[in-house]
Protein backbone atom coordinates (compact mmCIF):
# COMPACT_ATOMS: atom_id res chain seq x y z
CA UNK A 1 0.00 0.00 0.00
CA UNK A 2 1.66 3.24 -1.19
CA UNK A 3 1.32 6.85 0.94
CA UNK A 4 -1.72 7.99 -0.97
CA UNK A 5 -3.35 4.84 -0.12
CA UNK A 6 -3.02 4.84 3.04
CA UNK A 7 -4.25 8.01 4.19
CA UNK A 8 -3.28 10.98 5.56
CA UNK A 9 -0.56 10.30 8.59
CA UNK A 10 -2.57 11.59 12.33
CA UNK A 11 -1.14 14.34 14.34
CA UNK A 12 -0.64 11.25 16.91
CA UNK A 13 1.32 9.24 15.20
CA UNK A 14 4.09 11.45 14.30
CA UNK A 15 4.11 12.80 17.44
CA UNK A 16 4.58 9.32 19.31
CA UNK A 17 7.58 8.18 15.99
CA UNK A 18 9.48 11.48 17.31
CA UNK A 19 9.03 10.63 20.74
CA UNK A 20 10.47 7.11 20.08
CA UNK A 21 13.48 9.05 18.10
CA UNK A 22 13.89 11.16 20.75
CA UNK A 23 13.70 8.63 23.38
CA UNK A 24 16.32 6.28 21.17
CA UNK A 25 19.03 9.21 21.00
CA UNK A 26 18.53 9.34 24.81
CA UNK A 27 19.07 5.49 25.41
CA UNK A 28 22.04 5.52 23.16
CA UNK A 29 24.09 7.73 24.78
CA UNK A 30 23.08 6.30 28.19
CA UNK A 31 24.73 2.82 27.13
CA UNK A 32 21.75 0.93 27.02
CA UNK A 33 22.18 -0.03 23.50
CA UNK A 34 24.90 -3.48 23.84
CA UNK A 35 25.02 -6.32 21.41
CA UNK A 36 25.23 -6.76 17.49
CA UNK A 37 22.56 -5.38 15.44
CA UNK A 38 18.97 -6.60 15.43
CA UNK A 39 15.60 -6.19 13.98
CA UNK A 40 14.91 -2.57 15.52
CA UNK A 41 11.73 -3.48 17.36
CA UNK A 42 13.68 -5.81 19.75
CA UNK A 43 16.86 -3.66 19.95
CA UNK A 44 14.32 -0.48 21.45
CA UNK A 45 12.94 -3.44 23.59
CA UNK A 46 15.92 -4.60 25.43
CA UNK A 47 17.64 -1.10 25.54
CA UNK A 48 14.26 0.32 27.32
CA UNK A 49 14.41 -2.76 29.68
CA UNK A 50 17.61 -2.33 30.77
CA UNK A 51 16.98 1.73 31.12
CA UNK A 52 14.01 0.48 33.00
CA UNK A 53 15.93 -1.83 35.20
CA UNK A 54 18.34 0.55 36.02
CA UNK A 55 15.86 3.00 37.35
CA UNK A 56 13.87 0.56 39.32
CA UNK A 57 11.11 0.47 37.01
CA UNK A 58 8.83 -1.70 35.52
CA UNK A 59 10.63 -3.83 32.90
CA UNK A 60 7.73 -3.76 30.33
CA UNK A 61 10.50 -2.78 27.50
CA UNK A 62 7.22 -0.34 26.40
CA UNK A 63 8.15 3.53 25.58
CA UNK A 64 5.59 4.63 28.51
CA UNK A 65 4.82 7.93 29.85
CA UNK A 66 6.91 7.17 32.86
CA UNK A 67 9.99 5.69 31.00
CA UNK A 68 9.75 9.09 29.13
CA UNK A 69 9.70 11.18 31.90
CA UNK A 70 12.42 9.58 33.66
CA UNK A 71 14.76 9.76 30.60
CA UNK A 72 14.31 13.52 30.27
CA UNK A 73 15.31 13.30 34.13
CA UNK A 74 19.06 14.69 34.39
CA UNK A 75 19.51 12.18 37.54
CA UNK A 76 18.43 9.23 35.55
CA UNK A 77 20.49 6.73 36.07
CA UNK A 78 22.44 5.19 32.75
CA UNK A 79 22.11 1.58 31.91
CA UNK A 80 26.27 1.19 31.46
CA UNK A 81 27.48 2.98 34.75
CA UNK A 82 24.93 2.01 37.67
CA UNK A 83 26.03 2.14 41.63
CA UNK A 84 26.44 -1.09 42.83
CA UNK A 85 23.46 -2.10 45.24
CA UNK A 86 23.67 -0.89 49.05
CA UNK A 87 24.24 -3.85 51.67
CA UNK A 88 26.31 -6.14 49.20
CA UNK A 89 28.94 -5.54 51.52
CA UNK A 90 32.37 -3.84 50.93
CA UNK A 91 35.85 -4.71 49.50
CA UNK A 92 36.79 -7.18 46.67
CA UNK A 93 34.08 -8.75 45.14
CA UNK A 94 31.35 -9.71 42.29
CA UNK A 95 28.00 -8.08 42.71
CA UNK A 96 24.88 -9.67 40.57
CA UNK A 97 21.61 -8.07 40.64
CA UNK A 98 18.68 -10.82 39.65
CA UNK A 99 16.13 -8.06 39.60
CA UNK A 100 18.29 -5.77 37.10
CA UNK A 101 20.19 -8.42 35.31
CA UNK A 102 23.25 -7.14 35.99
CA UNK A 103 26.88 -8.04 37.64
CA UNK A 104 29.45 -5.67 39.13
CA UNK A 105 33.03 -5.94 39.50
CA UNK A 106 34.32 -4.55 42.40
CA UNK A 107 38.02 -3.62 43.43
CA UNK A 108 39.41 -3.68 47.21
CA UNK A 109 39.16 0.09 47.45
CA UNK A 110 35.16 0.00 46.33
CA UNK A 111 36.20 0.77 42.82
CA UNK A 112 33.78 -0.54 40.21
CA UNK A 113 36.24 -1.92 37.54
CA UNK A 114 34.20 -3.55 34.85
CA UNK A 115 29.93 -4.03 34.82
CA UNK A 116 27.22 -5.27 32.40
CA UNK A 117 24.41 -7.03 31.68
CA UNK A 118 23.47 -10.79 32.32
CA UNK A 119 21.05 -13.55 31.77
CA UNK A 120 20.94 -15.27 35.25
CA UNK A 121 18.62 -18.12 36.59
CA UNK A 122 15.97 -16.90 39.23
CA UNK A 123 16.32 -20.27 41.36
CA UNK A 124 20.18 -19.53 42.66
CA UNK A 125 19.02 -18.22 46.17
CA UNK A 126 20.46 -15.04 47.33
CA UNK A 127 23.39 -15.77 49.46
CA UNK A 128 27.25 -14.61 49.69
CA UNK A 129 29.59 -17.19 47.44
CA UNK A 130 33.09 -17.77 46.91
CA UNK A 131 34.82 -18.76 43.56
CA UNK A 132 36.94 -21.72 43.00
CA UNK A 133 37.69 -25.31 42.70
CA UNK A 134 34.78 -28.18 43.87
CA UNK A 135 34.07 -31.70 43.72
CA UNK A 136 37.79 -32.38 42.27
CA UNK A 137 37.41 -30.10 39.19
CA UNK A 138 39.32 -27.05 38.53
CA UNK A 139 38.03 -23.65 39.88
CA UNK A 140 38.09 -21.87 35.88
CA UNK A 141 37.63 -23.54 32.85
CA UNK A 142 39.23 -21.39 29.56
CA UNK A 143 37.17 -23.73 27.05
CA UNK A 144 34.46 -26.59 27.97
CA UNK A 145 31.23 -28.03 26.74
CA UNK A 146 28.42 -29.02 28.21
CA UNK A 147 27.21 -32.47 29.10
CA UNK A 148 25.44 -32.90 26.32
CA UNK A 149 29.13 -32.01 24.47
CA UNK A 150 26.89 -29.53 22.26
CA UNK A 151 27.80 -26.39 23.50
CA UNK A 152 30.69 -24.71 23.72
CA UNK A 153 31.09 -22.95 26.77
CA UNK A 154 34.06 -20.58 27.47
CA UNK A 155 35.59 -18.79 30.25
CA UNK A 156 33.75 -20.64 32.73
CA UNK A 157 34.02 -19.47 36.12
CA UNK A 158 32.92 -22.34 39.08
CA UNK A 159 30.47 -20.84 41.65
CA UNK A 160 28.47 -23.33 43.57
CA UNK A 161 27.05 -26.80 43.31
CA UNK A 162 30.17 -27.92 41.68
CA UNK A 163 28.66 -27.13 38.35
CA UNK A 164 26.65 -23.79 38.46
CA UNK A 165 28.83 -20.96 37.17
CA UNK A 166 29.51 -17.85 35.30
CA UNK A 167 30.48 -18.44 31.62
CA UNK A 168 30.20 -16.88 27.78
CA UNK A 169 26.97 -17.02 26.16
CA UNK A 170 27.27 -20.59 24.93
CA UNK A 171 27.81 -21.61 21.46
CA UNK A 172 26.63 -24.26 19.50
CA UNK A 173 29.32 -26.48 18.04
CA UNK A 174 27.12 -27.86 15.26
CA UNK A 175 25.94 -24.17 14.01
CA UNK A 176 28.70 -22.17 15.47
CA UNK A 177 25.77 -19.64 16.13
CA UNK A 178 24.92 -18.57 19.72
CA UNK A 179 21.97 -20.04 21.99
CA UNK A 180 20.57 -16.87 22.13
CA UNK A 181 21.37 -13.22 20.84
CA UNK A 182 23.83 -11.46 23.00
CA UNK A 183 21.52 -8.40 23.24
CA UNK A 184 19.31 -10.56 25.39
CA UNK A 185 22.06 -9.68 28.54
CA UNK A 186 20.38 -7.30 31.05
CA UNK A 187 16.77 -8.04 30.41
CA UNK A 188 14.56 -11.23 30.89
CA UNK A 189 13.98 -11.96 27.69
CA UNK A 190 15.72 -15.56 27.97
CA UNK A 191 16.66 -17.39 30.89
CA UNK A 192 19.71 -19.86 32.03
CA UNK A 193 18.42 -22.96 33.45
CA UNK A 194 21.98 -23.29 35.61
CA UNK A 195 24.62 -20.63 34.73
CA UNK A 196 25.03 -16.99 34.53
CA UNK A 197 25.53 -16.04 30.93
CA UNK A 198 27.36 -12.80 29.58
CA UNK A 199 29.08 -11.82 26.39
CA UNK A 200 32.34 -11.83 25.90
CA UNK A 201 34.11 -8.85 26.93
CA UNK A 202 32.68 -8.93 30.60
CA UNK A 203 33.06 -12.79 30.90
CA UNK A 204 36.59 -11.90 29.93
CA UNK A 205 36.86 -9.64 32.97
CA UNK A 206 35.36 -11.95 35.35
CA UNK A 207 37.49 -14.92 34.45
CA UNK A 208 40.77 -12.84 35.27
CA UNK A 209 38.80 -11.69 38.31
CA UNK A 210 38.80 -14.71 39.82
CA UNK A 211 42.14 -16.06 39.26
CA UNK A 212 41.96 -15.94 43.03
CA UNK A 213 38.47 -16.81 45.21
CA UNK A 214 36.15 -14.14 45.07
CA UNK A 215 32.99 -13.37 46.74
CA UNK A 216 30.52 -13.01 44.41
CA UNK A 217 27.12 -11.59 46.54
CA UNK A 218 24.03 -12.36 44.81
CA UNK A 219 21.01 -9.85 45.64
CA UNK A 220 17.24 -8.92 43.94
Known sequence: MDVA???PVQPAQVSASKAAEVAKGKLRKMGCFIGEASAAGVRMETALIRFQAANGMTQSGDLTKATLRRLDNP???HCNARPVPSHTGKGRRIVMSQGQNWLWIVNRNG???AQGGVVDNDWLPQD????????GKPARSRYRTDRSGALEIDYFVRLTQ???GMHEIPVSKRSGNPIH????VGTDLS???????MMTVLIKEVYDFAAVP???VVTR
Open 5 to 7: QAG
Open 75 to 77: KAV
Open 111 to 113: KIV
Open 128 to 135: TYVTGAQC
Open 162 to 164: CIV
Open 181 to 184: PDYY
Open 191 to 197: KSHGCIR
Open 214 to 216: TKV
